[in-house]
């Protein structure tokens, strides 16, 4: 087996990382939430790198369609049936025994997202709904540390970086949650395996700056690629920052950390269903949703209810972002489908 000299030396000959860098690399911690598209990326590259120590928590379990974006896994895995965050620790000690890599099975909220983050320098958002996202950055702010916001649908993405108190966090540019229903998401508009690695490339060189202190070079506007239609541009947000009136950042009010805001979950008694109950009100567009899902699944609907049927479950949605997931008792199971089809 190589030293670590040895292993990380291409990267040591970069002049901004150098013996030092690596160093610090080495010491560092990084928490990744999610380890669907973006994660498996993420998790890759930085435990190429040299992190010293991986978090990795995701609720969710392999399946064939993952295979084509989600590139820590494979064909045994889903055979295996492996949650996704134990199958990527597997593949990681794999490719980098030095890193200590730690699975954790489990569905981030209020409750737990603060214990998560407890010792780590850094977040990397690998998550696929704002509900989440909105978390995260509530904790990031709050205990002051770094988070590089990433999301990637059809052939576009967005990335940016999070310092707290220095630029712009999440809630300075997206002030509210998109209504349910109207944000596409990979299940249901697809998604290019080639924008998921732009972007997460983006999320892990601001990573890798931020932990070897190179804090200048970090990008401190939003990023948009779209590889279909061959464009990127650059958004200045630090305007933001200092014009707005956030409620995290320049108000100190951390709704979704203290469960304010965001969904709930109901296991009903008797019914093998759970509730997902939507903050907000919002109204949904009932035939909008229908030529969203119509082509995953079995689509019935008036203007009262929206019924869906995939595989062995079906969502039924009520009007104001209300739903009742039948054919699970598990909150993370039926949270994990409303997020897929529906959005949070």
């Not at 697809?190 to 932990?211: C, D, M, P, R, Y």
């Not at 997902?276 to 689509?299: C, M, S, W």
């Not at 079906?314 to 489908?337: C, Q, Y």
């Amino acid at each position: 087996m190589s030293t670590p000299s040895e292993r990380y030396s291409r990267q040591m000959l970069f002049p901004e990382i150098g013996e030092k860098g690596q160093d610090l690399l080495t010491q560092s911690k990084v928490a990744i939430f999610g380890c669907g598209a973006l994660g498996t990326v993420q998790a890759d590259a930085l435990c190429r790198a040299g992190v010293g120590s991986l978090r990795i928590i995701d609720r969710d379990f392999i399946e064939e369609s993952n295979l084509q974006r989600q590139t820590l896994f494979s064909e045994d895995d889903v055979r295996a049936g492996l949650p996704k965050a134990v199958a990527a620790q597997k593949r990681l000690q794999q490719v980098n025994s030095l890193v200590a890599v730690e699975p954790l099975v489990m569905d981030v909220n209020y409750k737990n997202a603060e214990s998560l983050v407890e010792g780590m320098d850094l977040i990397l958002d690998a998550t696929d709904n704002f509900e989440t996202r909105f978390l995260l950055n509530d904790v990031a702010v709050k205990h002051r540390k770094p988070w590089i916001y990433g999301a990637s649908v059809g052939s576009y993405g967005l990335s940016m970086t999070v310092v707290p108190y220095e630029t712009p966090c999440l809630r300075c540019i997206f002030e509210t949650m998109p209504p349910p229903g109207m944000s596409p998401t990979c299940d249901t508009a697809g998604v290019l395996a080639s924008i998921v690695n732009i972007i997460a490339s983006i999320q892990v060189a601001e990573a890798i700056k931020i932990l070897t202190g190179n804090m200048h070079r970090i990008n401190r506007k939003m990023i948009f690629f779209d590889v279909w239609e061959n464009s990127w541009k650059r958004f200045d947000i630090a305007s933001a920052k200092d014009q707005g009136e956030c409620p995290v950042c320049r108000l100190g009010r951390y709704e979704f950390l203290e469960g304010k805001e965001g969904s709930s979950v109901t296991t009903l008694c008797g019914r093998n269903s759970v509730q997902i109950n939507q903050p907000g009100g919002h109204q949904l567009d009932f035939e909008q949703l229908a030529k969203r899902l119509t082509p995953l699944g079995a689509v019935q609907f008036n203007r009262f209810l929206f019924r869906f049927t995939v595989d062995s479950y079906e969502v039924a949605i009520f009007p104001d972002g209300r739903g009742i997931v039948k054919g699970t008792k598990d909150p993370n199971v039926a949270r994990s489908l409303y997020a897929k089809y529906v959005g949070t």
